[in-house]
């Protein structure tokens, strides 16, 4: 079997979690780990069990010439790793949020069209099994109203707690849950979000508490997804979606589970396959094959749910709808 050559940008959390997948196949060569924190891609490659650490990742790409690119750094730091893999022609998985302004994004995705190359965006949950079988129960049913929720505290990363770095919680991590609404129901057609401030106080934190974003979609649909990240006790596992059809309430428990409940039975599924597992080993039969189709969420899609979220934090700041493509 050939094996595919791999190399990392940024090799943090994430890189961990593809990392941790990649492993579980026998055809992958691992032949870059490139982080600005030496240690970080040295612990990398000793998981991998070996693959040269550098410390530049344009010598990374010119010497170890990979054949799919992991790019999983902090949402501020996109740009020119995507411009130098794009033009060796170097296939790559980014991490969401892939930038925090769409001119940026949408710069990357005209060069990315222009030259063919396959991407993909780590919009992990497309890969649940229980979001395939959410697509199954909403065959043929009628939803009005949906609403959701990404409540926590906040994650530890440094970057993380200032809108700068991030984003914010919306475009940083909700952005799962807004693409979520787009995969199952369709193209939104306008967005109006609130925020609020005061109740987290750390230093650096500049962000909302928390917000309730009502996302009207072009088929009609009205879907509110709260965000917050201001909750002091153990989070409470019952994030996800609540989906309102005519005939039954479909409840999907981010990563767990989804229920159908029409009042006169009901029916749990439980998620059995590993998401991560299937993203990445998708990512590398598409490099493989030259065939892009399995990707459940090119960098061209994604630019459209994080326009969402980026309108959400518009909306936050101007206080008005605001109108989408
Ligand atoms: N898909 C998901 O479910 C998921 C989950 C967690 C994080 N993420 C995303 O992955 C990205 C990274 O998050 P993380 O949790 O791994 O963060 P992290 O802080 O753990 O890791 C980021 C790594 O990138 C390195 N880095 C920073 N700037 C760099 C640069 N210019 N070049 C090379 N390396 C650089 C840092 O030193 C660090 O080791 C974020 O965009 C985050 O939103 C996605």
């Known amino acids: 079997m050939s094996k595919t050559k791999v190399a990392f940008v940024g090799c943090g959390n994430i890189a961990k979690f593809h990392l941790s997948h990649l492993v ?6 691992y032949v870059g780990f490139m982080d600005i924190i030496p240690e970080k891609a040295a612990e990398k490659s000793a998981m991998a069990g070996g693959g040269k650490v550098y410390d530049d990742y344009v010598k990374m790409l010119d010497e170890a010439k990979p054949e799919a690119l992991y790019i999983c750094v902090p949402p501020d730091q996109h740009g020119f790793i995507e411009f130098e893999a794009i033009k060796r022609k170097i296939p790559f998985l980014v991490e969401k949020p892939m930038a925090l302004d769409m001119k940026l994004a949408h710069t990357i995705r005209d060069k990315v069209r222009q030259t063919g190359i396959i991407t993909a965006v780590g ?30 505290g906040v994650p530890g990363a440094k970057w993380w707690s200032s809108y700068a770095t991030s984003g914010g919680q919306i475009v940083e991590q909700n952005i799962h849950l807004f693409d979520m609404i787009r995969y199952l129901f369709g193209e939104p057609a306008k967005v109006y979000c609130a925020g609020a401030k005061g109740i987290v106080q750390r230093e650096g934190y500049d962000l909302h508490d928390y917000s309730s974003a009502v996302v009207t979609l ?39 589970s989804v229920e159908l409940d029409t009042g006169i039975e009901q029916a749990l599924y439980k998620k059995e396959a590993d998401q991560g597992v299937t ?31 980026l309108a959400c934090n518009e909306s936050i700041r101007t206080g008005k709808e605001v109108i989408l493509d």
């Open 123 to 152: 919009f992990q949950d497309r890969y649940l099994d229980i979001i395939a079988k959410t697509k199954e129960l909403l065959e043929g049913r009628t939803v009005g109203l949906v609403d959701g929720s990404w409540l926590g």
């Open 24 to 29: 579980l196949f026998d055809d992958i060569e």
């Open 218 to 256: 072009k088929n009609g649909i009205i879907a509110t997804l709260f965000t917050g990240c201001y909750l002091g006790r153990n989070v409470p596992r019952k994030n996800g979606l609540r989906i309102r059809c005519v005939d039954a309430d479909i409840t999907y428990i981010l990563r767990q």
């Open 279 to 309: 993203e990445d080993r998708t990512f590398i039969d598409a490099v493989k094959t030259g065939n892009q189709s399995a990707i459940r969420s090119p960098y061209e899609d994604a630019c459209k749910s994080l326009a969402l979220t």
